[in-house]
């Protein structure tokens, strides 16, 4: 009998993963207002429910009631599908850097998220889950050139993150021009 516990007892501490270090908080307290509007989605780390989505992005404004309306718009696996959309709500939880979120699109689930970081123009941020399980790249463009895309993964190797993790979403068909 001690023999099986042992057994139980070593297998659940090779399963155990050891605790990650909490995430960087961006440097300067985020601008909510600045903050709020559309963001494409370049690349992440998709949950279930945005796997396979194309063109996607996320619209965020201000509600009277001091919450945010989380609007996330999406093709499903391919550019030439109908636009949908999920409707959520988020909240600010530390509003001493308006950088630790939680978002609801389903009753009564809550997720966290942070805002990792924001460049000083507000065109380009990175955000993720405290587990690192989920971590998304936007942009005000649905593009963005390879130099400022390499330094956003770097920044997100360098809190923890696994490049390799990442999708690209493709945000226009392939050899289309931009707008």
């Given at each position: 009998m001690r023999t099986l516990w042992l057994c139980c007892i070593l297998l659940?501490?090779?399963?155990?993963?050891a605790p990650k270090a909490p995430l960087p908080a961006p440097a300067q307290p985020l601008d909510v207002e600045r903050f709020l509007g559309r963001w494409y989605i370049i690349a992440?780390?998709?949950?279930?429910?945005?796997?396979?989505?194309?063109g996607s992005y996320v619209e965020y404004h201000a509600r009277d009631d001091g919450?945010?309306?989380d609007l996330y718009f999406f093709r499903?696996?391919?550019?030439?599908?109908?636009?949908?959309?999920?409707?959520g709500v988020a909240k600010i939880v530390d509003t001493t850097t308006n950088a630790h979120w939680k978002a609801q699109f389903f009753w009564p689930l809550w997720f966290s998220?942070?805002?990792?970081?924001?460049?000083?123009d507000y065109r380009h941020t990175l955000v993720g889950t405290p587990d690192r399980?989920?971590?998304?790249?936007y942009a005000r463009t649905p593009q963005l050139d390879p130099a400022t895309l390499d330094a956003l993964f770097d920044r997100l190797v360098a809190a923890g993150?696994?490049?390799?993790?990442?999708?690209?979403?493709p945000q226009r068909p392939a050899g289309a021009s931009a707008p």
């Open positions: 659940l501490t090779a399963c155990a993963s992440n780390i998709p949950y279930i429910g945005e796997r396979g989505d194309v919450r945010i309306d499903d696996g391919s550019l030439h599908a109908p636009l949908e959309q999920m409707s998220f942070h805002v990792l970081y924001v460049d000083e399980d989920l971590g998304w790249i993150y696994r490049r390799e993790q990442f999708v690209m979403i």
